[in-house]
């Protein structure tokens, strides 16, 4: 049978249950009930709703109690979209090795050896011009962030049980120079807003 089609609607069940039905309506949809098992069962339990509702005491809480948990609750959701997004980290590629490149028509390969050595990488929409250069008994690395750059801070971190660790800002110029570090394999990171960007076994030897 159709919702639409039974002689009593849910909605007159309601009406009967709160008395809000005339006399004789009242005793047509009762007789109706007494011979339907659905409406009978469903009067039964707005009996049991309406009972609670009538019979509940409880009290609602002050109203400066919900003012200060609503407010607690907008200033986490504040807070949360004011938050960062977890930082992304870019794995950066080499794309160009001075040690690797063909020495230039009549220079010296001794020349060539004393030279600071370039590295560039790409990562993202940036480009990282590394320089690294033999100092004494260490090795010093420079560089300068190519492309959209809003400063940001440059660590290197060696891979062994004691490792030599060294870090630096970046200037306005997005440029950077790390103190000296003994020669061996490190790991440099670049943290950008929003982005770190790491540099995996950087070989720091002649």
Same mark, same amino acid.
């Given at each position: 049978?159709?919702?639409?089609?039974?002689? +009593?609607?849910?909605?007159?069940?309601? !009406?009967?249950?709160?008395?809000?039905?005339? *006399?004789?309506?009242? %005793?047509?949809?009762?007789?109706?009930?007494?011979? &339907?098992?659905? &409406?009978?069962? /469903? +009067?039964? /339990?707005?009996? #049991? +709703?309406?009972?609670?509702?009538?019979?509940?005491?409880?009290?609602?809480?002050?109203? !400066? +109690?919900?003012?200060? %948990?609503?407010?607690?609750?907008?200033?986490?959701?504040?807070?949360?979209? =004011?938050?960062?997004?977890?930082?992304?980290?870019?794995? *950066?590629?080499?794309?160009?090795?001075?040690?690797?490149?063909?020495?230039?028509?009549?220079?010296?390969?001794?020349?060539?050896?004393? %030279?600071? =050595? /370039?590295?560039?990488?790409?990562?993202?929409?940036?480009?990282?011009?590394?320089?690294?250069?033999?100092?004494? @008994?260490?090795?010093?690395?420079?560089?300068?962030?190519?492309?959209?750059?809003?400063?940001?801070?440059?660590?290197?971190?060696?891979?062994?049980?004691?490792? *030599?660790?060294? @870090? %630096?800002?970046?200037?306005?110029? &997005?440029?950077?120079?790390?103190?000296? #570090?003994?020669?061996?394999?490190?790991?440099?990171?670049?943290?950008?807003?929003?982005?770190?960007?790491?540099?995996? @076994?950087? !070989?720091?030897? !002649?």
């Amino acid at each position: 049978m159709k919702l639409n089609s039974h002689p +009593v609607t849910f909605a007159r069940l309601v !009406d009967l249950v709160e008395r809000r039905l005339t *006399a004789d309506e009242r %005793a047509a949809v009762q007789a109706h009930v007494g011979a &339907c098992a659905r &409406c009978s069962s /469903q +009067v039964a /339990q707005l009996e #049991v +709703v309406t009972g609670l509702m009538r019979t509940d005491e409880s009290v609602d809480a002050p109203r !400066d +109690v919900l003012a200060s %948990a609503v407010s607690l609750f907008a200033s986490r959701r504040r807070t949360t979209e =004011r938050a960062p997004s977890i930082v992304g980290r870019l794995l *950066a590629t080499l794309t160009f090795d001075s040690a690797r490149a063909a020495p230039a028509f009549g220079v010296r390969s001794g020349r060539a050896a004393t %030279a600071a =050595r /370039q590295l560039i990488f790409s990562a993202g929409e940036s480009d990282i011009d590394l320089r690294l250069a033999r100092v004494g @008994e260490g090795w010093a690395v420079s560089g300068q962030v190519l492309g959209e750059c809003a400063g940001g801070s440059v660590e290197i971190e060696g891979a062994g049980a004691d490792p *030599a660790r060294a @870090e %630096a800002a970046l200037n306005e110029l &997005c440029e950077f120079s790390l103190p000296p #570090v003994p020669e061996g394999s490190y790991n440099l990171l670049l943290r950008l807003p929003g982005v770190e960007v790491q540099i995996p @076994e950087l !070989d720091l030897r !002649d």
